[in-house]
């Protein structure tokens, strides 16, 4: 008598000890293939959620802002990283996204342009497509230049916003002056003030990690989506994408538009913490910060962007407290040289160290330091 051999069907499990082994398509682009990852990520996320009782509040104010650079640096990794566009534009987009938020949560009448829309899930996508749809007008660029080129003319849009934002009064205040920020309410609740759910930091630094989490697991499936190969193809040769039928044009608008709607969220709510917004903000130092966030933490990696920005942010709170370290470090922007100019020269001098000895960043580190436990005692 003969058994029919079994029919592996998409349902299949991995055989024990054998994590690694895929029987079917779908568990090899699961967004989490192995069940360490799984516990492991959720283990991560309930002790994001948990520092919420535990630090103090001026910790989780902090981690509130570095939580939203995170999304910034998702959205730039998207376009840099995956489509391989180069952007030094950046800063542009976050502030058409702070001064959207703006506009439309304060109250009209005032001394800027208000609208009175302060409920949050209005505000927010509309700071982000009117961002997005910048990016898409620009986007044109893109299928004409390429490396230098493009970087330059990406620059270029920092020093024309920065121009435009100092002028026009009636949005931003003026330098200087400024406006109130993006006022974070829900269903009619203050998140940026204390109430019976917990303290101001307490409320925005859940709602910042929840953000984080809802974009970051966006830009991973749109990674492992048609979207997502289709850009990583244009990035590794553009030619030969097009030649099997990947329309560029279409893609390197499609990834800079979405890169500029993470960049015009990000400065939506990056500003709603501190609750004011100014035009010098959005200078070449801030586009330089995100990209040293995405090169430090790890290019086309989603994981890689969210380490780089808690990178870059920790270390903020450190430079800040040079002067008091070091007697001739001032933090006085007219003396030099002072902490910001320290700043400028760390950031430029870890984006070189990276480069030269971890071109993958600190998901590289991770990865060097994961594949020795897991060979362990092994050296292969």
Not at 238 to 253: C, F, H, N, Q, S
Request: aromatic share 10%; with cysteine; hydrophobic share 50%.
């Amino acid at each position: 008598m003969t058994v029919a051999p079994d029919i592996p069907t998409g349902r299949s499990r991995r055989p024990r000890g054998r994590p690694l082994l895929y029987t079917s398509y779908a568990q090899d682009m699961a967004l989490l293939d192995t069940r360490a990852k799984k516990v492991w990520t959720g283990l991560l996320v309930l002790t994001a959620f948990g520092l919420s009782v535990v630090l103090a509040d001026r910790s989780l104010e902090v981690l509130a802002g570095a939580y939203v650079l995170a999304i910034g640096a998702i959205g730039l990794n998207i376009v840099t990283g995956y489509a391989g566009q180069v952007s030094l534009g950046h800063a542009f987009f976050v502030a058409i996204g702070a001064y959207t938020g703006a506009a439309l949560s304060s109250p009209p009448g005032g001394r800027t342009i208000g609208f009175g829309v302060a409920e949050i899930w209005i505000w927010l996508p509309a700071a982000g497509l009117l961002a997005a749809l910048a990016g898409v007008l620009v986007a044109p660029l893109a299928t004409r230049l390429r490396g230098l080129y493009l970087a330059v003319v990406t620059l270029g849009l920092v020093f024309l916003g920065e121009h435009v934002f100092k002028e026009w009064d009636a949005l931003t205040g003026g330098p200087g002056v400024g406006r109130s920020a993006a006022v974070p309410q829900l269903f009619g609740v203050r998140l940026d003030q204390d109430g019976p759910l917990g303290t101001r930091e307490q409320l925005l630094y859940l709602l910042m990690l929840g953000a984080l989490i809802a974009f970051a697991v966006a830009a991973r499936n749109l990674a492992r989506s048609r979207i997502g190969r289709a850009f990583m193809a244009v990035r590794d040769r553009d030619i030969a994408a097009e030649v099997m039928g990947v329309p560029l044009t279409r893609y390197k608008v499609l990834a800079f538009g979405i890169s500029s709607f993470y960049a015009g969220c990000a400065g939506a709510l990056l500003y709603s913490i501190t609750g004011y917004v100014e035009p010098g903000s959005f200078s070449l130092l801030l586009s330089v910060q995100f990209i040293a966030m995405v090169l430090i933490g790890g290019v086309a990696t989603v994981s890689g962007a969210i380490a780089g920005a808690l990178f870059i942010s920790l270390l903020q709170p450190l430079t800040r407290s040079l002067p008091s370290l070091v007697p001739f470090v001032s933090a006085d922007t007219t003396v030099t040289p002072n902490v910001f100019q320290v700043e400028t020269a760390l950031y430029g001098l870890l984006i070189i160290l990276f480069l030269v000895f971890e071109p993958r960043g600190l998901f590289g580190v991770w990865v060097r330091v994961r594949n020795y436990w897991k060979s362990w005692p092994f050296s292969y």
